[in-house]
Structure formats: C-alpha cells, structure tokens
C-alpha cells in the first residue's frame, strides 16, 4: 500500500456512535483514509439515535484494501457485525495477511468468533470478557490492548485512547502525540 494508511469502519445499525465518530475522527485527523461502510444501504441509526452516514456501503467497500479494519461496538451493532459472514471472512483475510484487526467495547466479541483472539492479550466491554475467555484470549482490565496486530479497548470512555492507539501503530507515535496535542487532553 503507498500513500496514506486506508482503513475500513465497517458502521452496523446499533453501534456505539461515540466509539465510531471518535475512531473516524481521530484517524482522520492523523491523515489516515478512512472508508466508512455500513452494513447496508443508507443511514445508520446508533444506539444512542444518533444517525450516521456511511461513505459507501460494505460489499462496494470490499473491493478496496485496506491496512486495518476497526469495529466499533454497542449493541445491537455488535450482534449485527457477528452475525455478517462478510465481517468475519474480512476479519479473517485481515489477519491471515498480517494486517490489523481492531475493535471496542462490545466488538472484541466479533474478533472471538473470526477466531483471531486465541493465544492473545485482549479487553472489551465488561459484559463482553466472560464471552471472549473461551476463544483462548488472556483478558486484561486495561483501557487498550495491543497483541501483534490485533487492538482492541474497553468501551466508549477508552475511545479516544483506543483511537489514538490506532493512530500510533499505523502512523507512528511522533503523529499520534501532534494529534493527541492539538487535543488539548
């Protein structure tokens, strides 16, 4: 990949929407590419009633590449991002080619069942830990877990730390703190 990092949000009806306009944003800021795509055609609800709209829709962001997928959580968003057999086989690919999978608050889940959380360190939402243990994860408490190429965070307090994480490990920790600055945390 030349240029700019491109990462792909995929956006399900009933995600968290703090998570996924915090990711977004923080990314872009960093001036990395980022394809928001939901599930289907047309706006996307939050859990919250928030609306969101996507860039494109996830089967014409498919025939993109991307360095790394970012699954924001929430409920019933999670579920319909584990229920997509699209999701879990880009998950899949994402990680048999060495690029990043990451994902927040509930999503963790999401990772588990792609399989791509056997044998690493991983958090999510509290209610999530108990449904990620089986999958061979070690969970931890902290705010951001970063094991090789798989990232993930504990919930929507944790998104802008998670963010930033993402900004770190696709464009380097000196871009991560001209972002985090202009914060003004």
């Known amino acids: 990949m030349s240029g700019s990092p491109k990462v792909?949000?995929?956006?399900?009806q009933g995600c968290e929407e703090l998570e996924a306009v915090t990711?977004?944003?923080?990314?872009r800021r960093a001036g990395v590419t980022v394809v928001t795509a939901g599930l289907g055609p047309g706006p996307v609800r939050g859990s919250h009633g928030v609306v969101l709209v996507p860039d494109t829709d996830?089967?014409?962001a498919l025939g993109e590449d991307y360095a790394m997928v970012v699954l924001p959580g929430g409920l019933p968003g999670t579920d319909h991002?584990?229920?997509d057999p699209r999701v879990r086989a880009l998950l899949r690919r994402m990680a048999d080619s060495g690029r990043f999978t990451a994902a927040?608050?509930?999503?963790?889940?999401?990772?588990?069942?792609?399989?791509?959380?056997a044998g690493k360190q991983a958090t999510g939402y509290p209610g999530v830990l108990d449904?990620?243990?089986p999958a061979g994860a070690t969970l931890s408490g902290d705010a951001v877990v970063a094991d090789g190429k798989v990232i993930t965070s504990r919930g929507p307090g944790t998104a802008m730390d998670f963010a930033l994480t993402l900004v770190e490990q696709l464009v380097g920790r000196?871009?991560?703190a001209e972002v985090e600055a202009a914060l003004v945390r």
């Open 8 to 12: 792909l949000v995929p956006l399900a």
């Open 23 to 27: 990711i977004v944003d923080l990314l």
């Open 131 to 133: 449904a990620i243990a």
């Open 104 to 117: 927040i608050c509930a999503a963790p889940r999401v990772l588990a069942s792609a399989g791509l959380l």
């Open 174 to 176: 000196a871009r991560r």
């Open 81 to 83: 991002l584990d229920r």
């Open 58 to 60: 996830l089967d014409t």
